[in-house]
């Protein structure tokens, strides 16, 4: 399988609402700037542990 194959099977939580608030979250996915930047430098481990988290994760829906 070739790399981009891979990186499509990543599981992502992304909703395609790519708005951010003030505090740089996006909108629609919860993750900071950051973790959708690096998102797929991280381990699977790093990945399971955000999408843990934004089910918890309480950010202004204003963009």
């Known amino acids: 399988?070739?790399?981009q194959n891979?990186?499509?099977q990543i599981k992502s939580?992304?909703?395609s609402i790519c708005k951010y608030?003030?505090?740089?979250?996006?909108v629609?996915?919860?993750?900071?700037?950051h973790e959708i930047?690096?998102?797929?430098d991280f381990t699977d481990e790093m990945r399971t542990?955000?999408?843990?988290?934004?089910?918890?994760?309480?950010?202004e829906a204003t963009a």
Do not use: Q, S
């Open 6 to 8: 891979k990186l499509r």
């Open 37 to 40: 930047f690096d998102w797929f």
């Open 21 to 26: 608030n003030h505090n740089n979250y996006c």
């Open 49 to 59: 542990a955000i999408m843990n988290d934004l089910t918890e994760r309480d950010i």
């Open 1 to 3: 399988m070739n790399e």
């Open 13 to 15: 939580p992304c909703v």
């Open 28 to 33: 629609g996915c919860k993750r900071h700037m």
